[in-house]
């Protein structure tokens, strides 16, 4: 079972609801912040390991 475009959407309305217009961007960022700074330490790790 995938998910479909029409509950990708009602998930992003309900976001919107909770979180306000203004929050958004702020979340965003942090999200994107904390996504590079996990591959940064995958990365790390990867090449501990063939040192």
């Known amino acids: ?10 998930i992003l ?3 919107l609801i909770l979180f306000g217009a203004k929050r958004l961007p702020d979340i965003g960022r ?3 912040h904390s996504i590079r700074e996990f591959r940064k330490a995958l990365r790390h790790e990867e090449e501990d390991k063939t040192d």
């Not at 079972?1 to 009602?10: A, D, F, N, Q, R």
Request: charged residues 5%.
């Open 1 to 10: 079972m995938s998910i479909g475009w029409t509950e990708i959407l009602l």
């Open 30 to 32: 942090s999200l994107g």
């Open 13 to 15: 309305f309900i976001i």
